[in-house]
């Protein structure tokens, strides 16, 4: 069942999932940003990833990245609702790939009901289990670093954090400020 992810597929599943972000998920446009920044561009990932075919690409360039970075990682996981098909895409392509990640979901604030829980899937993750904590695009870093807060608090330990684009605006930095270390696919350079 597992499947191939030599660096020559990888190298064009890149370049293809960079071509759909650019034509689903990219306006050149001024917008407010959740941060409350202004940008003259906006990227909405989820245009791109809940595509069957962005779904596929997201799935195996995290996984693949995972793989190469943070070895050690079990899980894969972020703040609802930008991480949650991330997440779920990289579980899905590492199981397929014969080295399967669990998925785990942040919420953003406790179930309001039942057990009142903050994290999703950690029955799959013991505690202390080595965790990645994924988001669709990095500006400032707040989402990413509520989701490591969240997820250290609930027993799990994040090794890294994987972005889809790092909007070089000084999120990698803040998230680098507590011990975390951001890989992310693409940067603001890579697009028109």
Same mark, same amino acid.
């Given at each position: 069942?597992?499947?191939?992810?030599?660096?020559?597929?990888?190298?064009?599943?890149?370049? $293809?999932?960079?071509?759909?972000?650019?034509?689903?998920?990219?306006?050149?446009?001024?917008? +407010? =940003?959740?941060?409350?920044?202004?940008?003259?561009?906006? &990227?909405?990932?989820?245009?791109?990833?809940?595509?069957?075919? #962005?779904?596929?690409?997201?799935?195996?360039? +995290?996984?693949?990245? +995972?793989?190469?970075?943070? !070895?050690?990682?079990?899980? @894969? #996981?972020?703040?609802? =609702?930008?991480?949650?098909?991330?997440?779920?895409?990289?579980?899905?392509?590492?199981?397929?790939?014969?080295? /399967?990640?669990?998925?785990?979901?942040?919420?953003?604030? /406790?179930?309001?009901?039942?057990?009142?829980?903050?994290?999703?899937?950690?029955?799959? =993750? /013991?505690?202390?289990?080595?965790?990645?904590? @994924?988001?669709?695009?990095?500006?400032?870093?707040?989402?990413?670093?509520?989701? &490591?807060? $969240?997820?250290?608090?609930?027993?799990?330990? !994040?090794?890294?954090?994987?972005?889809? @684009?790092?909007?070089?605006?000084? #999120?990698?930095?803040? &998230?680098?400020?507590?011990? @975390? /270390? +951001? $890989?992310?696919?693409?940067?603001?350079?890579?697009?028109?």
């Amino acid at each position: 069942m597992a499947f191939e992810l030599s660096a020559a597929a990888l190298q064009a599943d890149r370049a $293809r999932l960079l071509a759909l972000l650019t034509e689903k998920s990219w306006a050149k446009k001024k917008i +407010v =940003l959740s941060s409350g920044r202004e940008s003259d561009f906006y &990227i909405d990932c989820k245009k791109t990833i809940l595509s069957a075919e #962005g779904h596929y690409l997201v799935g195996r360039l +995290v996984f693949a990245g +995972v793989r190469e970075f943070f !070895p050690a990682a079990v899980g @894969v #996981g972020g703040l609802t =609702l930008g991480a949650d098909p991330i997440a779920s895409a990289a579980s899905f392509a590492s199981f397929l790939g014969g080295a /399967p990640l669990q998925a785990f979901l942040v919420r953003k604030e /406790p179930k309001g009901h039942g057990t009142g829980q903050w994290v999703e899937g950690l029955v799959s =993750l /013991p505690s202390g289990a080595p965790v990645v904590v @994924v988001e669709d695009v990095v500006t400032t870093g707040a989402s990413t670093l509520k989701a &490591i807060e $969240r997820a250290r608090s609930e027993g799990l330990r !994040p090794v890294g954090a994987f972005a889809l @684009v790092d909007r070089e605006e000084g #999120g990698r930095e803040a &998230i680098e400020v507590s011990g @975390v /270390p +951001v $890989r992310a696919l693409f940067s603001r350079s890579d697009f028109p």
